[in-house]
C-alpha cells in the first residue's frame, strides 16, 4: 500500500487512546494562551519562545518544564481550556474515546481546590462529548515525587469526589530511586473501592519496576512498561494474563528513554505477543499526535494496515469505557480495515 494510502487509512481509523496527561496534553495554542491568562507564571507569552522552551533535552528537563505548566493551571476555567483543546485536538485524529490521566494533588498545589476540579473534570467532559464527539475517561495519577502520601491523597479524591468518568489510579513521575512497592497501601484502598490499578512502570527503568507494578499494584494495564523488553520472563507474563502496554514511542524519544527510534523495543513487545496499544503521553509538549504514533509504527517499524488495525483493537479492548461504545468502535475498525482492504485490491 502506497505510503498516502497507509496515512488515510491511519487518520480514517478510529481509536482509542488510553495514556495521555491532561497537563501535557496543552497544544502550544492552549500553552499560549493559559500562558497569558497569567503571565506571572514563569512560562513564555510569545510562541517561539515557548516552541523552545518545550524542546526537552531529557527527561528531568521535561519533568520541570511540565511542571512549570502545570501551577498555569489555577482555576477550574483553565481545565475546562484545556479539556476543550484535548478534546477537538482528539476528534481531528478519529479518536472515539480516551482516558485522560489528571494528577489533583498537583492542581490542588496550583490552587485548585478538590470539588472545583471535580465540577470542572464534569464539565469538560460534558463538552467533550457534546461540541467534539469525544467519550473522556479518568486516571487519577499519583505523582512518584510526593510519595506514598500524595497517593494516599489521590486515592481520597478519586474515591471522595468520583468525578463521572472516573477510571482508575495512576502513578507518574520519576522513577529512579523510587519503588512501585511503596505505593501498594493505597492502590490497595483504591482497588478495594472498584478502581482500576493503572500504574506507570518500566519507562526510564529496567523490568523489575514493571514485576512490581504487576505483582505489588495488580496493574491491569502498565503506562510505558517498555523496560520490560529486557526479560523474557515478563514478556511471557504480560502476555499470558494480558496486561496490556500503552507504549508512547515519540514520547520515550523526546525524554531520552530511549536513544533513537529504531531502537525502541516496540517490535519486541509485539513481537512477543504482549498485548501493546499506542498512546501520546504528553502530545502537546512532544509535538505529537495519535495518528503520528500510528504513522511510525508503519514507517519505523514497518507495520502493516492488519497489524495496525489489530492495535487499534488491542486499545479499544484494554479500553475502561461503556461496553456499548467499545462495541461500537470495533465494528467501526472491521469496516473501515474493509474499505481499505477492498481500495487496495
Ligand atoms: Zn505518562
Not at 68 to 76: C, P, Q, S, Y
Not at 231 to 259: F, K, Q
Not at 313 to 325: H, I
Request: with cysteine; aromatic share 6%.
Amino acid at each position: 500500500m502506497s505510503p498516502s494510502r497507509v496515512a488515510a487509512f491511519v487518520a480514517a481509523l478510529p481509536k482509542v487512546e488510553l495514556h495521555l496527561h491532561l497537563i501535557g496534553s496543552a497544544s502550544l495554542d492552549t500553552a499560549l494562551a493559559l500562558a497569558r491568562r497569567h503571565p506571572d507564571g514563569g512560562v513564555p507569552t510569545e510562541r517561539e519562545a515557548l516552541r523552545q522552551y518545550y524542546a526537552f533535552t531529557d527527561f528531568p528537563h521535561f519533568l520541570r518544564v511540565y511542571e512549570r505548566v502545570n501551577r498555569l493551571v489555577t482555576t477550574a476555567a483553565d481545565v475546562v481550556t484545556l479539556l476543550d483543546g484535548l478534546a477537538a485536538e482528539l476528534a481531528a485524529r478519529t479518536v472515539r474515546y480516551a482516558e485522560v490521566q489528571v494528577t489533583p494533588v498537583r492542581n490542588r498545589m496550583a490552587g485548585i481546590g478538590y470539588a472545583a476540579l471535580a465540577g470542572a473534570l464534569t464539565e469538560g467532559r460534558a463538552l467533550a462529548r457534546e461540541r467534539h464527539g469525544v467519550e473522556l475517561g479518568w486516571v487519577f495519577d499519583a505523582d512518584a515525587l510526593l510519595g506514598p502520601d500524595g497517593a494516599e491523597e489521590t486515592v481520597d479524591f478519586a474515591v471522595g469526589h468520583r468525578p463521572e468518568g472516573t477510571v482508575g489510579i495512576g502513578l507518574g513521575g520519576p522513577e529512579t530511586g523510587i519503588h512501585r512497592a511503596d505505593f501498594a497501601p493505597a492502590f490497595r484502598r483504591a482497588r478495594a473501592a472498584g478502581l482500576h490499578s493503572l500504574p506507570h512502570a518500566g519507562e526510564t527503568v529496567g523490568p523489575d519496576e514493571v514485576w512490581a507494578a504487576v505483582n505489588e499494584l495488580c496493574a491491569e494495564r502498565v503506562g510505558h512498561g517498555i523496560g520490560a523488553a529486557r526479560d523474557p520472563r515478563l514478556l511471557e507474563h504480560l502476555a499470558e494474563h494480558r496486561i496490556p502496554l500503552e507504549v508512547s514511542p515519540t514520547s520515550n524519544l523526546r525524554t531520552g528513554a530511549v536513544r533513537a527510534i529504531e531502537e525502541h523495543p516496540l517490535p519486541v513487545l509485539h513481537a512477543a505477543g504482549v498485548p501493546v496499544t499506542l498512546a501520546t503521553d504528553d502530545p502537546g509538549m512532544f509535538h505529537t499526535d495519535l495518528n503520528a504514533e500510528y504513522q511510525l509504527c508503519h514507517e519505523v517499524f514497518g507495520m502493516t494496515v492488519p497489524e495496525l488495525a489489530e492495535i487499534a483493537r488491542t486499545g479499544a479492548r484494554a479500553a475502561f469505557c461503556e461496553p456499548d461504545l467499545r462495541d461500537r468502535i470495533l465494528a467501526e475498525i472491521d469496516q473501515v480495515e474493509g474499505a481499505a482492504a477492498t481500495n487496495a485490491g
